[in-house]
């Protein structure tokens, strides 16, 4: 059984940042891709960003230059930094993980295996 644990959500102001974490006792993540997903009330969840095993990322265009997701590999865990945050990126914000330890790619496509219950990000002012 694989229970990811998300953290770092809240209340921010039009501007600020927050950190995400992503962390999955007893699984090593380095042996995941890791993505992070997002879904506000009415609105179908979309794909923020993913990391591979070996280190490739990819963004959805609404966050480009403003979020970037990194491994911490010593601490097994996956961030999502996110940086000029605007009212539009209020949801809950997920992460997912599919097992694959070689692939240098990754996409928000890809059929991930399992979900953590999310934490909540609100911008506002």
């Known amino acids: 059984q694989v229970h990811i644990v998300e953290s770092g959500g809240g209340l921010v102001q039009p501007g600020g940042s927050l950190r995400l974490s992503c962390v999955a006792p007893?699984?090593?993540?380095?042996?995941?891709?890791i993505g992070w997903f997002r879904q506000a009330p009415g609105k179908e969840r979309e794909g923020v960003s993913c990391?591979?095993?070996?280190?490739?990322?990819n963004y959805g265009e609404p966050v480009k230059g403003r979020f970037t997701i990194s491994r911490a590999r010593a601490e097994n865990t996956v961030y999502l930094q996110m940086n000029g945050l605007k009212p539009e990126d209020t949801a809950v914000y997920y992460c997912?993980?599919?097992?694959?330890?070689?692939?240098?790619?990754?996409?928000?496509?890809?059929?991930?295996?399992?979900y953590g219950q999310g934490t909540q990000v609100t911008v506002s002012s």
């Open positions: 990391i591979s095993s070996t280190g490739g990322t």
């Open positions: 997912a993980m599919i097992w694959n330890p070689r692939s240098p790619i990754c996409a928000m496509q890809f059929p991930y295996t399992y």
């Open positions: 007893g699984i090593d993540l380095n042996n995941y891709i």
